[in-house]
């Protein structure tokens, strides 16, 4: 069985462009975590979707948005890059959404902003 | 609110024991400990759920205790492969998201 896949595995932009992270999670899982990390630190949480709608919104700037499509895939979108958004975009599935549950994380996707 | 793990870091020897401590300041539900290698995405371990219970993985085992708001990863005997930052992820009480700490690098050396 595919694990999450991220597309693209690395992107390099400029300031102020904007991009798309895009996600797709284990086949059955339900609901999609988008998480920032920058080197040397933990995740950061950014967005929760389960079931298409947002569940949980972490401490980001509304320059960050997500969606959830009907077959469970999500993309992260960015507007008007800073060269503090470079990092690693995580996204994680798991089955039904709850904070219980096992999180199963993709590769990432590296983002460099210049 | 972010979980605190100590120590920051560790460097053991083949076979040595370690201890990784994860505190939060907010009543907790559950515990997540996931393991990060260099390059690669982070790896679950373990979940515990409040209700101070004990979990045991191969030779990676963790406690939780509700009542001080804490968990405790313990690594025995460890081993090369054991290498990695280890993450402690926190869930606050009402079904909220998960929030990790800045984790713990963890060497292992022959």
């Known amino acids: 069985d595919a694990g999450v896949t991220q597309s693209p595995t690395h992107l390099i932009k400029t300031r102020g462009q904007h991009v798309t992270l895009r996600c797709s999670p284990i086949?059955?899982?339900?609901?999609v975590s988008w998480y920032q990390q920058v080197l040397g630190q933990g995740p950061q949480f950014i967005f929760q979707?389960?079931?298409?709608?947002?569940?949980g919104r972490g401490n980001f700037p509304d320059r960050f948005s997500a969606r959830q499509f009907p077959n469970y895939s999500s993309e992260l979108n960015v507007n008007a890059l800073l060269l503090g958004d470079s990092a690693l975009y995580l996204c994680a599935s798991s089955l039904g959404g709850t904070g219980s549950e096992k999180l199963f994380f993709g590769s990432g996707t590296q983002l460099s902003v210049l | 609110q972010q979980p605190v793990q100590s120590p920051q870091a560790v460097i053991l020897r083949e076979g040595e024991d370690a201890v990784i401590n994860c505190s939060s300041s907010k009543a907790l539900y559950s515990v997540h400990w996931y393991r990060q290698k260099h390059g690669e995405a982070p790896v679950f371990l373990m979940i515990?759920?409040?209700?101070?219970e004990q979990k045991g993985h191969d030779k990676i085992s963790a406690s939780f205790n509700e009542k001080k708001q804490q968990s405790s990863l313990y690594l025995t005997a460890s081993q090369l492969s054991y290498s990695g930052t280890y993450f402690c992820?926190?869930?606050?009480?009402?079904?909220?998201?998960?929030?990790f700490g800045k984790g713990t690098r963890l060497s292992v050396i022959a």
């Open positions: 515990l759920l409040k209700g101070g």
């Open positions: 992820g926190t869930e606050g009480v009402g079904n909220t998201p998960l929030v």
């Open positions: 979707y389960y079931e298409k709608e947002e569940r």
């Open positions: 086949s059955g899982h339900k609901s």
